[in-house]
């Protein structure tokens, strides 16, 4: 197990740099909330690739996952300079998040 799923930071390590975080939705925790498929790489890069109701999709399917380990294998690959091209492109998109963490 890694860090992050030990401190309880990461709902689901899918393996190839796939995590699945769950988010709650307000008045209903995060069982019934949403699921997120995130590309990471701990200290390096987060990328959000999928969001979805738990309401709407139990969860995904194994061709589904091979194709996100595929994405995440060339996501992690990319270097600072071909995030800020595909950034300027608007093939990504970057988010900002002026919150603090809780600890």
Known sequence: MRSGTARGLIAADLGGGVIKQRIARPGQ?????????????????AFFVHGFAKNA?????RDELTALKKLASE?????????ARAIESGTLVEVACDEKAIS
């Open 57 to 61: 999709k139990d969860n995904i399917e």
């Open 75 to 83: 996501l992690l690959a990319f270097d600072d300079k071909t995030i």
């Open 29 to 45: 925790g995060k069982s019934g909330g949403f699921r997120t498929l995130i590309v990471f790489r701990a200290g390096a890069r």
